[in-house]
Each structure stands twice: as C-alpha cells, then as structure tokens.
Nanobody
Framework: QLRLMESGGGSVQAGGSLRLSCTAS???????VAWFRQAPGKEREGVAA????????YGANAVKGRFTISQDSAKNTVFLQMDNLKPEDTALYYC??????????????????????WGQGTQVTVSS
C-alpha cells in the first residue's frame, strides 16, 4: 500500500513562496503523482501532476508560470514549488498518486477519480 505524506504548507503573504513536498512510503517509479487543492466551499481541483517515468509535467492554467512540479526519485518525493502566491491560492493541498499510466495524460491528470492513493493534505494560507 502506497502511503503519501505532504509537508511544507504554511502561511505567507501575497507574492511569497512555499515548497510543498509529497513523500511516498515506497518507490514512485513510473507513477503519476499530482497535487490537488480544495478551498473552503469549493470543489477540489487539480493543480499539477508529473509522470515520474518520463518526467513530463502538467499544470493548471491558474498556476502556470508560478508553480513548478518536480521529482526526486531517489527520495521518493515530488515537490511543488509555489512562487508569487496569491490569496486565491489559499487551500488545503493534497498529494495523490496512481500507478496507471492512463492517470497522467494531458486530458486526464486533473481528474481526481484517476488517483487511488491520497495524502492527508497540508494547509496553505496566503494573506493579502
């Protein structure tokens, strides 16, 4: 059973940066790993994903140019570097993973139903 643990959340002012980490309990070779977020009163939405087998990233339009997803396979960890944060980025950020290649295509990575493994989430709060 793959377990995921998020870390790195916190409170920052607008324009600041945070780096979230998603550390897995076992290898994440050839795995689709994604970040989702859920703000109060809103549905959970996909932020970014990466297929570790090819290192191909995907990202939501709302965060392009500000957020970068990357991996350190030796540490079984996927990162989400978040720069130029905005108050609307405030949310609970979740890490999700799935071993199926089909979870990580341009037309599927943002679908939360494609992910079997989920972390507990880490809170990100951005103040204006």
């Amino acid at each position: 059973q793959l377990r995921l643990m998020e870390s790195g959340g916190g409170s920052v002012q607008a324009g600041g940066s945070l780096r979230l980490s998603c550390t897995a309990s076992m290898h994440i070779t050839s795995t689709c790993v994604a970040w989702f977020r859920q703000a109060p009163g809103k549905e959970r939405e996909g932020v970014a994903a990466i297929y570790t087998g090819t290192d191909v990233p995907y990202g939501a339009n709302a965060v392009k140019g500000r957020f970068t997803i990357s991996q350190d396979s030796a540490k079984n960890t996927v990162f989400l570097q978040m720069d130029n944060l905005k108050p609307e980025d405030t949310a609970l950020y979740y890490c999700a993973a799935d071993r199926r290649r089909s979870a990580c295509y341009s037309g599927s990575w943002f679908n939360e139903e494609g992910y079997f493994f989920w972390g507990q989430g880490t809170q990100v709060t951005v103040s204006s």
